[in-house]
């Protein structure tokens, strides 16, 4: 943390350091979105003060169970069943008579202010339920850590509306989650810090398709930053400036029209052709999780659905979403897409995605667990929906239909039986679909790399899964902040895995995509073009980025990039050997633009 000079506000001036997953620089005042954020000091109350004491905390349970059916009134439709049963849990809490009245006496008989005896019972139950071996129990422990801070905030009186108080705001966690991000997109939020994360999660690839300004991994960022602090956080660079002098932020201020003014140019690449300068051709394409994002891809020129994670259409809903329900939204992307390709990806649940329809255990290593292709195959019936779905939506446009974490050629088989039995059943029902719809996989696991020779002669394409194949290959949790700085896409072993995923494929001539955070990774981009990669699916936020890099090289000069890439042996060298490239090939670029970004 480097201190610089006091500003006018008598505020010392303070830069702080993260990752930076989603470009762009928010300046606004922060709010701090986290259960630790309490402070309850501890006061003597005088006898005749005890009943407002009382009062203000009845009245705090009061409001409380009003914000929060507030809540379950806005956000209740968007997320699962789930997610709302977690509310309903707080709700109960809540309302329960006995800690209620436990902290009523407590205030009475110890004399002390409201806050701080609500504060020590509810961490009592917190603590006996946190030591519990019952996973149902331990997880109730979560629930109530995030009431106590509800229900201590209002006694305290700094409640805030939950719509319209965020907007502008950069909003400041420990660690947010998906849930919470859907809470935030109604809040027109500035930009999102946070001290863990990862840079592939899933809460991160949700921020960057909202196009939302963040930073992840800045150690102990609670203990740094308060509410309403005044903040810079560049999505750009990872640097957060807290209380900015004025002439910083004049600085910022300049910064952030710059980039808006890049966002602007690069819409020019929008209308281009997709080939590189010595005249090859190449693919850009996106990852989207919602079908409304196809609109934000449509803007971006004509592009393809590279990864539609359709697994979000299984979170999002209520309950388990009927195969009409899915044909429809599959039909909206492919047809607005049409003639450009989208290749569909059949749920992907499990990990850390919650199926709110299925009745998970909690497990112990959820992604080495049930997850993906697993979970379909053992619910054949569910399976069959999807497929049923995709397959009727491909007769409208150009479908591919892909695989996630694919292991063995055993899932291969089964699935295409599967598939076979839903071609039959549509067939004598004389429903139209593709007979032909390419069938590929993602190469995400180290097993599948090993087989990918045979694997080949199985399906159409293969689609490598970058997220994935790092922490599998790497044995480094993606969403573990902990160990982020071991999770490199640059890593010799994952160069050595996409390599020989490449010449298993060519063997076989079947075309090569990515679709992990890698193929959006403007390092990465004349590397992977050089080793073989035809397609670059990437975030909305990246198409036109990706496209633009891709345009300035020759192909020739990517692959003498790749060569020497291979050659090197250590994650460290093959950075700053790329980085080097890259400020010889944009040598204009500043940090305004993406691509002097660190992940350092
Ligand atoms: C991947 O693993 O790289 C991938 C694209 O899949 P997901 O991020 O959805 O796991
Ligand atoms: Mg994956």
């Keep these: 943390m480097k201190k610089k000079s006091k500003n006018k506000s008598n505020c010392q001036e303070v830069i702080l350091k993260g990752q930076p997953i989603s470009p762009g620089i928010a300046i606004g005042k922060a709010f701090i979105l986290d259960e630790d954020y309490i402070e309850t000091p501890k006061e003597r109350i005088p ?23 507030t809540i379950i009134d806005q956000v209740g439709m968007r997320v699962s069943a789930h997610k709302r049963e977690i509310f309903d849990a707080h709700m109960m809490i809540l309302e329960d008579s006995q800690i209620i009245d436990q902290t009523i006496s407590e205030i009475k008989n110890k004399q002390i202010n409201a806050d701080y005896a609500y504060f020590n019972i509810m961490r009592n139950y917190q603590r006996a339920l946190s030591a519990s071996s019952d996973s149902y ?19 305290q009186g700094i409640h ?23 809470a935030l997109t ?63 932020l004049k600085k910022c201020i300049k910064k952030r029209n710059n980039f808006k003014k890049y966002e602007q140019q690069y819409l020019r690449v929008a209308g281009v052709p997709s080939v590189t300068l010595d005249k090859n051709k190449f693919v850009v394409s996106a990852n989207i999780e919602l079908s409304d994002e196809v609109d934000s891809v449509i803007a971006h020129g004509e592009l393809g659905i590279g990864l539609f994670r359709t697994e979000y259409i299984f979170m999002s809903e209520d309950k388990l979403p009927t195969e009409e329900e899915q044909y429809e939204k599959y039909m909206t992307v492919v047809k607005k897409i049409y003639p450009l390709p989208v290749t569909i990806r059949t749920f992907d649940l499990g990990g850390d995605k919650i199926a709110p329809f299925v009745e998970t255990e909690s497990e112990k290593n959820p992604f080495l ?107 480094v949790d993606r969403g ?35 679709c992990g955070e890698m193929a959006g990774e403007p390092l990465a981009v004349p590397l992977l073009f050089g080793l073989g990669i035809s397609e670059f ?17 020759k192909f020739f000069e990517a692959e003498k990039i790749s060569r020497h890439c291979m050659r090197l042996h250590t994650t460290d060298e093959i950075e700053r050997y790329l980085r080097g490239v890259m400020d010889k090939m944009f040598p204009r670029m500043d940090e305004d633009n993406f691509f002097k970004r660190s992940y350092k």
């Design 537 to 553: 699916s990437v975030s909305p936020v990246m198409l036109l980025k990706i496209k633009q890099i891709l345009r300035s090289i």
């Design 47 to 69: 006898v005749h003060k005890i009943q407002d004491q009382i009062d203000k905390f009845k009245q705090a349970i009061h409001d409380t169970t009003h914000d929060l059916q």
């Design 369 to 475: 667990g049930w997850r993906a292709i697993r979970m379909c195959l053992d619910m054949p019936d569910i399976f069959k929906k999807q497929l049923r779905a995709i397959l009727r939506a491909s007769v409208l446009g150009n479908v591919k239909l892909m695989l996630p974490l694919i292991t063995s050629i055993e899932e291969i088989y089964a699935t295409k039986l599967l598939i076979e039995e839903v071609k039959t059943e549509l067939k004598s029902q004389n429903i139209d679909f593709d007979p032909h719809i390419p069938t590929g996989i993602m190469i995400e696991v180290p097993s599948a790399v090993m087989l990918a020779d045979r694997l080949a002669k199985e399906v159409d394409f293969f689609s490598i899964g970058t997220n994935d194949l790092v922490q599998y290959v790497l044995a």
């Design 160 to 182: 805030r509306e939950q719509t319209g108080n965020l907007k502008d705001t950069i909003v400041i966690s420990h660690e947010l989650n998906l849930f919470d991000i859907y």
């Design 137 to 155: 129990l331990k997880e109730r422990a979560t629930d109530i850590r995030d009431l106590k801070r509800r229900v201590i905030r209002r006694i």
């Design 186 to 248: 109604n809040n027109k939020v500035a930009g999102i810090v946070m001290q863990g994360g990862g840079r592939t999660t899933h809460t991160t690839i949700i921020i960057r398709a909202l196009e939302l300004p963040a930073i992840i991994g800045v150690p102990r960022i609670l203990q740094k930053i308060k509410t309403d602090d005044m903040l810079v956080a560049n999505g750009l660079t990872g640097e957060i400036i807290l209380n900015p002098e004025q002439k910083t």
């Design 480 to 514: 573990n902040a902990r160990v982020a700085n071991l999770y490199n896409f640059f890593h010799p072993a994952v160069l050595r895995m996409i390599k020989s995923t490449l010449k298993a494929a060519k063997k076989q001539n079947i075309p090569v995509s990515m």
